[in-house]
């Protein structure tokens, strides 16, 4: 069964930090690009990072950029969002996604849509209030 889990998410005060994870099941990681991305109540789902296959190549969402780090650990099977300088603006559910990626491609070269992804985790709530 084909499975992402994310976790690490939760209430943290503005300026604060948050480390997601996002773990494979039934399935290496190594061939698929992964995006995060976030839902907060009554928007709707926006991109907010991807990575390539090899960690080679990385974008990031404008009002993230600075802030957040996208990273992955193939022989882990996951891959890691850190988040700085939380603000309460960046809360919401975040997710997971991945989908094939070739290699030397440019996927990530500009953040994919989510209709680009196939596999999706459940999400992880992020809070950011004092």
């Known amino acids: 069964q084909l499975q992402l889990v994310e976790s690490g998410g939760g209430l943290v005060q503005p300026g604060g930090s948050l480390r997601l994870s996002c773990v494979a099941s039934?399935?290496?990681?190594?061939?698929?690009?992964i995006g995060w991305f976030r839902q907060a109540p009554g928007k709707e789902r926006e991109g907010v990072s991807c990575?390539?296959?090899?960690?080679?190549?990385?974008n990031y969402a404008d009002s993230v950029k600075g802030r957040f780090t996208i990273s992955r650990d193939n022989a882990r099977n996951t891959v890691y969002l850190q988040m700085n300088s939380l603000k309460p603006e960046d809360a919401g559910v975040y997710y997971c996604?991945?989908?094939?990626?070739?290699?030397?491609?440019?996927?990530?070269?500009?953040?994919?849509?989510?209709?680009?992804?196939?596999?999706w985790g459940q999400g992880t709530q992020v809070t950011v209030s004092s």
């Open positions: 039934g399935f290496t990681l190594d061939i698929y690009a």
């Open positions: 990575i390539s296959r090899s960690g080679g190549s990385t």
């Open positions: 996604a991945a989908a094939r990626d070739r290699p030397f491609s440019s996927f990530c070269r500009a953040l994919p849509r989510d209709n680009e992804y196939v596999y």
